[in-house]
Structure formats: C-alpha cells, structure tokens
C-alpha cells in the first residue's frame, strides 16, 4: 500500500515517484496521499495532479491509517521530516508492521520510520 507525502516539499519530486508507481496501475487502485491528514484516492487522480494536502507532514496519520486498514505492509514516500507519536509507532511495533521508506529531497535519513524497514533514496529505485 503506498502513502505518498503531498505536502509542499514533494513538488520536483512527483514525477519520478508517479513514474515509479504509475508502472504498477493495473494493480494500484488507490493511494493514500498524506501531509497532516491522510485521504485514500484513486491512483488515477493522483496521476492527474488531483493533490489533496495541508502542505505539513505528520507520520502519526499515516501510522493510523495503517492499524486502521490492518495492513502489514506500506510503501511511504516522504522528505523524512516528521514524526509520529509513541503510542502510534509502539502500535505499528506490536503488529509488526514492515514500512519501506523512500525518500527524496533533502532528507538523509528518517529516523521516525526506520525502525519499521529499509529507507532508501528516491534516487535508488527509480533510474
């Protein structure tokens, strides 16, 4: 399941990820956009341009969304620069969820998701 930041840092950086994502549009149905909030919506929007955001950046919804839904698993595209509640992240812990983190801009690392998985740059996946 992807979540994909939508705030205002991801500007340069959508085509690559909707490059990356849109080879996978036969099976991706809906994404999950997030900044503060999170709003599932059909993939195809997002390859509109259709952003729904309020241009922050908080992995708290994002960790909901996920004990919400039960998924195991989440792809997150992100700058990396936000955190998540304790309570959230001890949840994710408990389930075991695995998070693949993909970061683009000036994020280096992002500490508040690599508990959950890898965190590569936009830059290694996409070519």
Same mark, same amino acid.
């Not at 792809?75 to 993909?102: H, I, N, Q, S």
């Given at each position: 399941? +992807? $979540?994909v930041?939508?705030?205002g840092s &991801?500007?340069?950086?959508? +085509?690559?990820?909707?490059? @990356?994502?849109?080879?996978?549009?036969? #099976? @991706? @149905? =809906?994404?999950?956009?997030?900044?503060?909030? &999170?709003?599932?919506? +059909?993939?195809?929007?997002?390859?509109?341009?259709?952003?729904? =955001? *309020? $241009?922050? *950046?908080?992995?708290?919804?994002?960790a909901q969304?996920?004990?919400?839904?039960?998924?195991?698993?989440? &792809?997150?595209?992100?700058?990396?620069?936000?955190?998540?509640? #304790?309570?959230?992240?001890?949840? @994710?812990?408990?389930?075991?969820?695995?998070?693949?983190?993909?970061?683009?801009?000036?994020?280096?690392?992002? +500490?508040?998701?690599?508990? $959950?998985?890898?965190?590569?740059?936009?830059?290694?996946?996409?070519?």
């Amino acid at each position: 399941i +992807p $979540f994909v930041l939508v705030s205002g840092s &991801v500007g340069e950086h959508m +085509p690559r990820i909707l490059g @990356l994502l849109g080879s996978l549009k036969r #099976e @991706l @149905l =809906t994404i999950f956009q997030f900044s503060n909030g &999170v709003v599932e919506t +059909p993939f195809s929007e997002l390859l509109e341009g259709k952003l729904k =955001t *309020t $241009f922050g *950046t908080d992995f708290t919804c994002v960790a909901q969304s996920i004990i919400e839904g039960g998924f195991e698993r989440a &792809v997150v595209f992100t700058d990396g620069f936000a955190d998540m509640d #304790e309570a959230e992240a001890a949840e @994710l812990k408990t389930r075991r969820v695995e998070l693949l983190t993909v970061l683009f801009g000036e994020g280096e690392e992002c +500490p508040a998701l690599a508990e $959950f998985g890898e965190v590569v740059r936009l830059e290694e996946v996409c070519i």
